[in-house]
């Protein structure tokens, strides 16, 4: 028996009304349930999880996560999309919004990175599907720091090829 994926995190946030907001109208979670005030417990549009994320009030008073400043704990969380073309998309809406904080190709992965309205940063990924998957990919993943253009992994990958296929998403014959 093993672990078969992450179902959900649970983030502190200072306003929660602000945060449902952001995840909500930016990222497009649906709010699954909420303790007004308190907690919301949101699921991401595809997801099959009850919930993906939930996020509990501390209040305006709390301070920044010390966490990679001198403190462990958690970097960033990681979703996932199906395609380069929900990749662009997203990435122009979250510049719209001013959370938007840039762009890395990990060669096997194209990622782009993101802050919500508390600082905590997130990423979304879109996964190079197994059977595209070369030597240059894999080796890609050792170079750190890779800028990534959407524009030209469309034109490699193809705007609407579903990612992850092999990877995260199992296989399976006539998909």
Known sequence: MGIHRLNHAVLYVRDLDRSVAFYRDVLGFGVQMERPGRAAFLQAPD????????????????????????????????????????LDDLARTLSAAGAYVGATDHGTSKSIYAKDPDGLEFEVAWLVPADLLDDA??????????????TREKARYGPTTRGGIGVSTEATCGS
Not at 141 to 150: A, E, N, V
Request: no cysteine; net charge negative.
């Open 137 to 150: 990919a894999f080796e890609a993943r050792s170079r750190r720091g890779t800028p990534l253009s959407i």
């Open 47 to 86: 997801s099959t999880n009850d919930h993906d994320i939930g996020l509990f009030a501390v209040g305006d008073d709390a301070a920044d996560s010390p966490a990679g400043r001198g403190a462990v704990g958690l970097y960033h969380l990681g979703w996932e999309v199906a395609t380069l073309d929900e």
